[in-house]
């Protein structure tokens, strides 16, 4: 008989300091009624191309005090880890200020011209015709390689949703998810990043399948296959930017995990990152 253990744990929060829609202790209390163990905050980083969604370093001092507050208020009824997103054009932050760190790439940028690549579809391919001639593939080479080197060369703990630019890629209206060049650009990026960093994490994130209707989490089957082929570990978030989504389509992301071979993800604590058993891999 398979047994799935239900991880009730997120290290992949946002909150009103950056683009989320509740404080920090309404998801502290809607974590504890959902039955967490530990929840860690994620607040996106200050960027040198400044945006609406991203916290000021005055709002990241301020995010760092209340989140290290509420450790210790909520400490015997859950854990509470302060940590950053940041982004490979982050700014006016130290990462070692922080309990760990999720590296991610939401941006397209050539020159001074930016394009937020999870904002819409029609941003997505309008970077993709101004920068790289409307070749979908050298956009995503372009994509998996800053990824790569930013990993590669930051402290990051946890790799942000890997194929982020498929958030709009349902039905594949983009772009074909099965092309072999499009695949070698993600394989690469996950060989260059585990041979120079096999300690970092790769996170199964659900948060588009809240927001946008994706089917499976991110990353990709394939892609997720790739990773356990290659030795690498996980952990299960829901990049979660309100309340209700804490632990979205936390138990269908766990069979998806399991069928792809992996018998168990990570989890964050106080204490550093812990495994867990969720069942024989189907």
């Keep these: 008989m398979q047994v799935i253990i239900m991880l009730k744990s997120n290290c ?28 860690g905050f994620s607040g996106h980083s200050p960027m040198k191309n400044k945006n609406d969604w991203t ?14 507050r509420l450790k210790e208020e909520y400490s015997e009824r859950i854990d509470i880890l302060c940590g950053i997103e940041l982004d490979n054009d982050f700014d006016g932050v130290n990462p070692d200020d922080f309990d760990y760190v999720i590296g991610s790439v939401h941006q397209l940028k050539k020159d001074e011209t930016v394009y937020d690549i999870d ?33 590669i060369n930051t402290k990051v703990d946890v790799v942000g949703h890997i ?14 998810e099965s092309d072999c060049e499009y695949r070698k650009n993600v394989f690469d990026a996950v060989d260059r990043i585990l041979e120079k960093r096999p300690d970092v994490f790769f996170e199964v994130n659900t948060g588009a ?8 989490p991110y990353p ?24 209700e989504s804490l632990d979205f389509a936390y138990e269908k992301a766990i069979g998806f995990i399991r069928k792809c071979g992996f018998d168990e ?18």
């Excluded at 990709?220 to 309340?243: Q, V």
């Design 12 to 39: 992949h929060t946002h909150t009103t300091y950056c683009d989320g829609k509740n404080s920090a202790r309404e998801m502290i209390e809607a974590a504890i009624s959902k039955g967490f163990i530990s929840l």
């Design 55 to 68: 916290m000021t370093e005055e709002k990241t001092k301020l995010y760092t005090e209340e989140i290290r």
């Design 119 to 151: 904002y819409t579809a029609d941003m997505l391919k309008k970077a993709t015709d101004e920068f790289f001639g409307g070749s979908f593939n050298r956009m995503s080479k372009y994509y998996y390689d800053t990824l790569a080197d930013f990993i």
């Design 163 to 176: 194929d982020l630019i498929t958030k709009f890629n349902l039905d594949v209206a983009l772009f074909d």
């Design 209 to 216: 399948m809240y927001r946008v209707g994706k089917k499976t």
């Design 220 to 243: 990709a089957e394939f892609i997720l296959r790739y990773i356990k082929e290659r030795g690498g570990k996980i952990t299960l978030t829901s990049d979660s930017h309100n309340t």
């Design 265 to 282: 993800i990570f989890y964050i604590t106080s204490d550093g990152w812990k495994k867990i058993n969720i069942g024989d891999a189907g």
